[in-house]
């Protein structure tokens, strides 16, 4: 049975990772750990836990973390880089849910993060946990570095394209609708719903934090550095994550739609849709899964791929716990079979 430990066991990632682990059958959630609530039993914070875990939030130490055999930061961008290094002297896993180890270059993630890094040096070690891409690699991983909701979408929609050089890498766009738990758990205005409600913005346009983890996931696709404007846009529902993805086809590409079903035929979360299918976001609400379609309008030479993930989920924690279960030899799918919620 492996000890799983859960740093940050009150934001929207942390619960979701106690609903997933709290019924994966070779796992024993043994600390989860909340300044505010140490103390606390989790299932009363979290009713809908009761029966499932029988645990009390603790402050996040070092020393009682270590009897875990692995630990999940669901914890903000700048808290794992704290912790991480004294759990892998110590001989345990780390997979961090926060951007503190997604980017190789260190001097890139300083700037868009606005804070100096506690570890630089152990960047070079992590693994960038995004399955479809990295699964040798995460297997033999000691810390893996889930991907964000925004990235996993879009890399996902996009790679099939950029593996096989069909598409112009400096005109790559991506249009992105996310649900407001996106934001996380915290009181802020924006986030509000009656700030939120009936209502329908983009943000960050000039720029956002996740913009060069894109690049740096396609760029490796590509072998080369790719283009690409990313627009994200905060829409009135809970969770989801919509991406519009537009690319110009070269010349004499064809059979988009067969290479889209090889690339993901063996890949458990990514379903790739007929031919003319519009995913929705409640389609994957609650699941693991990737739901993808291609469109050519008109017949002409740009690509619309359409692709749909829970962002609490396959965005967030339904990876991290594909990427332990990768990690201890497990079936990648363990605990993981979850149908989607409808409506």
């Known amino acids: 049975m492996i000890k799983a430990g859960i740093v940050g ?25 909340s300044r505010a609530d140490a103390g606390v039993r989790v299932d009363a914070v979290y009713p809908s836990l009761r029966k499932l875990l029988d645990v009390t939030f603790t402050q996040p130490e070092i020393e009682t973390l270590a009897h875990c055999d692995v630990v999940f930061f669901a914890t903000p961008n700048g808290t794992a880089m704290h912790m991480a290094e004294a759990l892998l002297e110590r001989g345990v896993k780390v997979i961090d849910l926060s951007a503190d180890f997604r980017l190789q270059n260190v001097d890139e993630w300083q700037h868009w993060y606005g804070m100096a890094h506690a570890c630089p040096e152990l960047v070079k070690h992590a693994v960038y946990g995004l399955p479809e891409t990295n699964r040798a690699a995460i297997q033999q991983a000691n810390l893996v570095a889930c991907p964000g909701c925004y990235p996993t979408a879009v890399q996902l929609g996009f790679l099939p394209l950029i593996e096989n050089q069909l598409v112009d890498l400096g005109h790559l766009i991506a249009d992105v609708k996310s649900g407001a738990s996106g934001a996380g758990r915290k009181a802020e205005l924006a986030t509000l719903m009656s700030e939120t409600g009936e209502s329908f913005k983009a943000y960050a346009v000039g720029g956002h934090r996740h913009l060069p983890e894109i690049r740096q996931g396609l760029g490796t696709a590509a072998g080369q550095a790719v283009q690409l404007t990313f627009v994200p846009h905060l829409i009135p529902m809970i969770r989801g994550i919509h991406a519009t993805l537009y690319a110009q086809l070269k010349v004499g590409a064809k059979d988009i739609q067969a290479l889209y079903e090889q690339r993901y035929q063996n890949e458990a979360f990514v379903d790739v849709l007929p031919p003319g299918a519009h995913p929705d976001t409640r389609n994957v609400r609650g699941s693991n899964n990737c739901q993808i379609a291609l469109h050519q309008p008109q017949g002409g030479n740009t690509l619309v791929v359409l692709s749909v993930i829970d962002n609490l989920v396959k965005g967030a924690s339904g990876q991290a716990v594909q990427n332990m279960n990768l990690m201890f030899g497990l079936e990648e799918t363990l605990g993981l079979a979850t149908v989607a919620l409808y409506p």
């Open 9 to 33: 066991g009150t934001g929207y990632t942390g619960v979701e990772l106690l609903r997933i682990l709290a019924r994966h059958p070779d796992v024993e959630v043994a600390i989860v750990t």
